[in-house]
């Protein structure tokens, strides 16, 4: 597995920064709100198809954690279908369009949808690892 850029870990960095200004004020008003948890981009990777250089990796939020997939070659328009499937070793996920600002989106899939229960971001982190190296594996 080949590491990522500087300019690829800053590009998701931003991301998750546009999706704090968009999201975070709805998240705090949801009752699974966990305030021990911040929006973050965890475990990404390079993954080629067809289309060219993706990355594939985590992003949990305060309220969930998701399947996150984002070109390399940047964002354009959000695209015109709802559903794309990502197919990964472990099977196949069906990912929808995630606005994050007037410019930027990205592919996701959401896979827990509560983490109310998770006590730290280090316990977070660790779960986004699992999960992510669980979806590259080989069944």
Known sequence: MQALTPSQYAE??????????????????QSSFNPKLAADALC???????????LVGALITPLTLSLMLVPV??????PLETVRWLSLPAG???????????????????LLEDVSDINSLEQGSRLAQRLVTSLMAAP
């Open 12 to 29: 998701l960095q931003r991301l998750v920064k546009s999706w704090e200004r968009r999201y975070l004020r709805h998240a705090k008003e």
């Open 44 to 54: 990404f990777q390079r993954w080629h198809e067809d289309e060219g250089e993706l």
């Open 73 to 78: 070659a940047g964002n354009s328009s959000p």
């Open 92 to 110: 196949n996920y069906p990912l929808t369009p995630l606005v994050l600002d007037e410019r930027d989106w990205v592919w996701h899939c959401v």
